[in-house]
């Protein structure tokens, strides 16, 4: 158990000089853009001397490793420089915007495994059936529709056609947003306010749905063929030679070693899931980070830019790590190395 | 009481129009408290028998003709649910790899704990202990929170006999149990099946190619050859006094320990695969049978006293050859000179590094023209030894001269003087041959390197193919489509090819039946005769180093713990290593 | 001579079978349509596709909000997603390759290099990536592809790597280095072969994977330039009718999907039958 805790803190520790790289490359190619903050944070009327007093005000006359040394001062106290369009800082948008973008990503994901482990387990199962046949050739045409537009059929079918469903923001615009962590699925269950959590729900179905269901093929399909390949393993054999059901060792015993490559996956699949937010984002009008990453990039304001990239890039390292640790709980062979 | 008994049992799969046969004729009986061994080369269909019992044929495969009958039950018509409800409380399996058998996932105690559930017993921690203790385990109650990686594989193989033996089962069919283990584990596992078997008088069924092994456990022998019974009686019969010329034929071509050193006999050819039995008439064995006689081919031999022969009285002609070439005089002119040599490897952990050693203080010498043998058991550093040797893993210290001049540790200019002077033969084919690239690519790889000519090389392949004992049209054959023994021959060609001084065998014969084995082995003789190349040949088998080196060095735990004259060193061992080794090898037969 | 496995594939025959259609309206899109790409219609905007009320029998698929003829817009759409789909999986497919070769075959410093860069790219989403990239690069097609590029030899680096491990680790490439071969030459006489059946699937998914990226960059108007045709701009536009009119976002987006089945069907069928691994289990 104590090395199951040296591992994972290590993996945290691992984390650090990649999110250090990450930073730097992230600042350094935002320097070569042929944009100027310093022009762009004055009037426009500023002349040609103000521009250059206020480059040298805010570091830009100095190396790129030197001003990235500022910023990331600054980062560490928690300053992520000042929006140029929005004049807020830059982390305190980012603050305001990521609980949603969370509570999306967390909802397709569980979609997403629900699915797709459901779907591994139960397509392999029904090996040797038509139905393996048919969902097979299913997946990769389901694999074959991108999130985005996922989301827009849904928008289409569920929003336009039956309206059945809310497409539009986070909750409906006659409810209060009950104050708290950002999260509104947690704050209205705190709050015991069920109108704003039922329209929270409404909201969050087709987005989530839509991001589920662009993820949950791979996870089937790697979920089926680990199975495929554990069944070829003697241990499966011999306890089928101890004289063991069929749904007991597939439940019992084949899928915890399965699982374990299927995991590594996810975690994968879940970093590009985590960036297919943004475009849902825009699609369903999320205030969450993707729509300020994309009128950020639409207007060059390049400290906004620079704090949601980062804090993508964080939220990318969370969940690999989360896998890991899922891994390293499941897998008592990566506990031992 | 009979346990199991085989009436003519036939198991077969109908395959584009042609009917395969596994397994033909078969007639045995296993009766409680009796081991009967079942012997054959790959391909023999063995592992048949226990997949029909088990239900669990390959794809395709049906018993469809005879009777196999467990207690009073006939095995071929028995329901799924029935049968499942046999097997693990009445039926039990050991396994070839123990290391493989036991899930990865879930501890000892979960694997164990979950059969003795589905067996109904309520005290299972107190059971799995006292199980764990009959089979010798120390530390039975600590066994039960580890993983099977953590375990050695003995340790497994000793969880998954006490598994087997926990129902107290009427037959146990042990299938290569003891293949994957090394030499003196295999000696402990095969006493503790025996020991196992006779508390509750258990029948064993008990699958090998090995005869010695047979010899060591078995009451009752049945021999088979391409599916067919050739011999069935008392191993003590049987072995002693084979009458059939396939089972006389096994006995010759194995290498002895004790006595004098004789040539073996190696048996032409090698066993029909599945579809060439279909076409086969009169006996399966007659074309590779020694003294086969001109109705061999026409008439099928019926079993008579359990030997499916029509000439039993046969077997006294088959002649075995002159004694092997004598070893050359040893001209005491080094090829190679090992002093001193160390290494070690990092282990990876946490913050501190910490190494293993994998060989030190090794010091040996081959001399021109000699076969050196080099044993030890897994992870005694062998293979470590042929890889300093070959440059291919640096050492921390030591020195390496061949013919006289000492190689640099590192750098072009070693692995330029080692080029053209020494070569090395991997352990598994399948893995030294690329399996995109013809047998005629592989075996001139050396020459394509420098950039020879096409002729030139396809002048080479054909001597090369000649002296290795293949035909020329191999040479367009993609590795996949040649036998075992036919890669072992291709690998040894692309050795030969720069007409090296020294070769590095490592575990060369390792994975091949008997009877091919014993061609290779002599195939080496006679390319020394030819070639007059020196060998480092490393072996976990004493008996295969005592027919071919004349020197042996032993390894133990990155040490040479002894070495000498092969026969001194095997006669009066000074190390308790070597000792304990010899103590562990299985008696001749 | 029977054909190869992989050309009796179902899959890898209608994956072909779709991209061989793709193929040809890009190929021949000057002629397949009716009308210039760019011109409006103010006239007619939004119209149905001919034969459904209020269509015109001028423009077969409708138009779109500007009155530009929809099928023109498709066809040379498919123009630019072809371009981008080949040139970006060849550089991305170049590039991830050289690197997983040098990692897995040398391993030790250069692995751990690579491995890392590997994870520093791994830990940004490749929409986010690409989409910073595109803020640095300005528009245009080919920046398109230098970002994809630059942004999916991962993918391929990723994968190739553990299976270059897997081959050089076996030893017909020790018996290449001591029959005399030079690290190049057993790279790519002994290595390499074994990788492609690999590197090929994988060109052939991320090729789909590339329509995609375009896609989603022109969708949210920093792709391949307000010039050039481009299926997710085709979207983006149809977008804001959606509640009038749902024909001129489903037309592009089955194109999208139709290339990408295609590439992923050819993929998953060359995987299935290239796969020389799984080939020689079944032969032993």
Redesign the interface.
């Known amino acids: 158990m104590r090395k199951t805790g040296w591992k994972l803190a290590r993996r945290v520790l691992v984390s650090v000089p990649i999110l250090l790289v990450v930073s730097f490359l992230l600042f350094a190619a935002l320097r070569l853009l042929p944009v100027d903050p310093a022009a762009m944070s004055l009037p426009p009327t500023a002349t040609l001397a103000e521009i250059a007093e206020k480059r040298h005000a805010m570091g830009l006359d100095r190396s790129i490793p030197a001003q990235y040394g500022i910023w990331l001062d600054e980062a560490l106290h928690g300053r992520f420089g000042t929006s140029i369009s929005l004049r807020r800082d830059a982390g305190a948008l980012v603050a305001n915007a990521l609980p949603a973008t969370i509570e999306l990503a967390v909802c397709a994901m569980i979609i997403a495994s629900a699915l797709g482990l459901g779907g591994g387990v139960l397509l392999f199962y029904l090996r040797g059936t038509w139905v393996e046949v048919v969902g097979d050739l299913g997946t990769i045409l389901l694999l074959s529709v991108p999130d985005f537009m996922w989301a827009l059929l849904l928008l289409l079918v569920f929003g336009v056609l039956v309206p059945v469903l809310p497409f539009m923001g986070r909750i409906d615009p006659g409810l209060s947003v009950p104050r708290g962590s950002g999260f509104l699925l947690f704050d209205a269950l705190s709050a015991g306010d069920f109108a704003v959590l039922r329209s929270a729900l409404r909201h969050l179905a087709l987005p989530a749905l839509a991001l589920g269901m662009a993820f949950a093929p791979a996870i089937m399909r790697v979920l089926r063929s680990s199975l495929i390949d554990v069944y070829h393993e003697d241990y499966i054999r011999q306890t089928r030679l101890r004289g063991v059901g069929e749904v007991r060792i597939l439940l019992g015993h084949a899928l915890k070693n399965a699982i374990l490559p299927t995991l590594t996956l996810m975690g994968v699949q879940f970093g590009f899931l985590f960036g297919g937010t943004l475009l849902i984002e825009v699609i369903y009008g999320t205030p969450g980070i993707g729509n300020l990453m994309v009128d950020a990039v639409r207007n060059a304001d390049l400290p906004v830019i620079q704090a949601v990239g980062l804090s993508y890039c964080v939220m990318v390292l969370a969940i690999s790590m989360a896998i890991d640790a899922m891994v390293l709980m499941l897998d008592p062979r990566a506990r031992a190395i | 009481m009979t346990v199991l008994r085989a009436e003519s049992v036939s198991v077969s799969a109908q395959v584009q129009g042609v009917r395969l046969r596994v397994l033909q004729n078969l007639d045995f009986v296993l009766n409680a408290g009796s081991v009967l061994g079942v012997v054959g080369e790959s391909g023999a269909g063995k592992s048949m028998i226990g997949r029909a019992v088990a239900g669990a044929l390959p794809d395709g495969f049906v018993l469809d003709a005879g009777r196999l009958a467990y207690a009073s039950s006939d095995m071929g018509t028995m329901s799924a649910a029935h049968r499942r409800s046999l097997l693990g409380r009445e039926i039990a399996f050991i396994p070839q790899e123990p290391m493989a058998a036991l899930n990865p996932a879930l501890t000892i105690g979960q694997q164990f704990g979950g059969h003795l559930a589905r067996l109904g017993m309520s005290d299972r921690q107190e059971r799995a202990t006292a199980m764990l203790e009959a089979v010798h385990l120390r530390d039975a109650g600590g066994l039960l929170q580890r993983y099977p990686h953590q375990l050695s594989g003995g340790m497994c193989q000793r969880v998954l006999i006490a598994m087997a033996f926990a129902s107290d089962p009427k037959l146990v069919i042990a299938d290569e149990p003891t293949t994957a283990l090394d030499v003196t584990v295999q000696a402990q596992v095969l006493r503790l099946i025996r020991e196992m078997q006779e508390r509750v008088g258990t029948a064993v069924l008990f699958i090998t190619h090995d005869l010695r092994l047979a010899s060591e456990i078995c009451d009752d022998v049945l021999v088979l050859y391409a599916g067919r019974p050739v011999e069935f009686g008392p191993a003590a019969r049987v072995l002693a006094h084979p009458s059939h010329p396939y089972t006389r034929a096994l006995q010759l071509s194995a290498p002895v320990m004790h006595g004098e050193r004789r040539a073996l006999f190696s048996l032409a050819g090698q066993m029909p695969g599945l579809r060439e039995f279909a076409g086969l008439q009169g006996c399966v064995f007659a074309p590779r049978c020694p003294v086969v006689q001109p109705d061999c081919g026409s008439v099928v031999p019926g079993a008579v006293n359990g030997v499916s022969c029509l000439y039993p009285d046969a077997v006294d002609r088959i002649v075995v050859p002159q004694f092997l070439p004598a070893s050359p005089a040893s001209s005491s002119e080094p090829v190679l000179e090992v002093s001193g040599l160390h290494c070690s490897f990092a282990k990876p952990g946490l913050f501190q590094r910490n190494r293993v050693v994998a060989a030190s203080d090794i010091s040996f010498r081959v001399d021109a023209g000699e076969f050196v043998g080099l044993v030890g058991e897994s992870g005694s550093g062998k293979s470590t030894v042929a890889r300093l040797v070959m440059g291919l893993t640096l050492p921390d210290s030591g020195d390496i001269k061949l013919s006289g001049d000492l190689l640099p540790a590192s750098g072009g200019a070693s692995r330029r003087m080692r080029l053209g002077a020494m070569q090395m033969v991997f352990q598994d084919p399948q893995s030294a041959l690329n399996p995109r690239r013809r047998v005629s690519d592989i075996v001139t790889q050396p020459m394509r390197a420098v950039g020879s000519s096409e002729d030139e090389m396809a002048a080479r392949v054909e001597v090369l193919l000649a002296q290795v004992g293949l035909s020329r049209e191999i040479g367009q054959r993609y590795p996949a489509q040649l036998s075992g023994g036919q890669r072992q021959r291709v690998n040894i060609a692309r050795a030969l090819c720069v007409l090296p001084k020294l070769l590095v065998a490592d575990e060369i014969v390792s994975g091949l039946d008997v009877s091919v084995q014993a061609q290779l082995l002599d195939l080496l003789l006679r390319l020394r005769a030819e070639l007059g190349f020196a060998m480092l040949f490393i072996s976990h088998d004493l008996a295969v180093v005592r027919y071919l080196c004349s020197r042996v060095l032993v390894m133990h735990r990155g040490q040479i713990v002894e070495q000498g004259e092969t026969e001194a060193v095997f006669e009066a061992p000074q190390h308790d290593y070597t000792r304990s080794l010899l103590a562990a090898m299985p008696a001749d037969i | 001579m029977r054909r190869p496995a992989w050309a009796r594939s179902a899959?890898v025959l209608v994956g072909a079978g779709l991209l061989l259609a793709v193929l040809i309206c890009a190929a021949a899109a000057p002629w397949l349509a009716l009308h210039d790409p760019a011109e409006q219609d103010l006239l007619a905007v939004l119209q149905p596709p001919s034969g459904f009320a209020g269509g015109s029998p001028d423009y077969w698929l409708g138009t779109d909000s500007l009155g530009r003829d929809v099928w023109a817009r498709l066809v040379y759409g498919a123009r630019t997603a072809v371009l981008v789909a080949v040139f970006s999986a060849t550089g991305a497919a170049l590039l991830g390759t050289m690197l997983a070769h040098a990692a897995g075959y040398f391993g030790g410093a250069v692995d751990w290099v690579i491995s890392?860069a590997v994870?520093?790219w791994?830990?940004?989403?490749?929409?986010?990536?690409s989409?910073?990239?595109?803020?640095?690069l300005g528009g245009g097609i080919d920046k398109v592809v230098l970002a994809i590029i630059l942004v999916d030899w991962t993918r391929f680096c990723r994968v190739l790597r553990s299976d270059v491990v897997l081959t050089a680790r076996?030893?017909?490439v020790?018996?290449?280095?001591?029959?005399?071969?030079s690290h190049f030459?057993t790279v790519l006489r002994?290595v390499l072969?074994?990788s492609l059946p690999l590197i090929i699937t994988l060109i052939s998914l991320e090729m789909?994977i590339a329509v995609?990226v375009e896609?989603?960059l022109s969708?949210?108007?920093?792709g391949v330039g307000a010039t050039l045709p481009a299926w997710g701009q085709m979207?983006s536009d149809a977008?804001q009718n959606?509640?009038t009119s749902?024909i001129g976002?489903?037309l592009p987006?089955a194109a999208?999907?139709v290339t990408?089945?295609g590439?992923?069907?050819l993929g998953?069928g060359l995987r299935r039958t290239l796969d020389?691994r799984a080939t020689?289990g079944r032969?032993?």
């Open positions: 899959r890392r994870d520093v791994m830990s940004f989403p490749p929409v986010v990536l989409l910073i990239l595109m803020v640095g076996r030893d017909y020790t018996a290449a280095r001591l029959a005399g071969y030459q002994e072969p074994a789909g995609v896609a989603i969708f949210v108007g920093l979207i977008r959606v509640a749902q976002l489903l987006m999208i999907f990408v089945a590439f992923n069907l998953d020389v020689a032969m032993a």
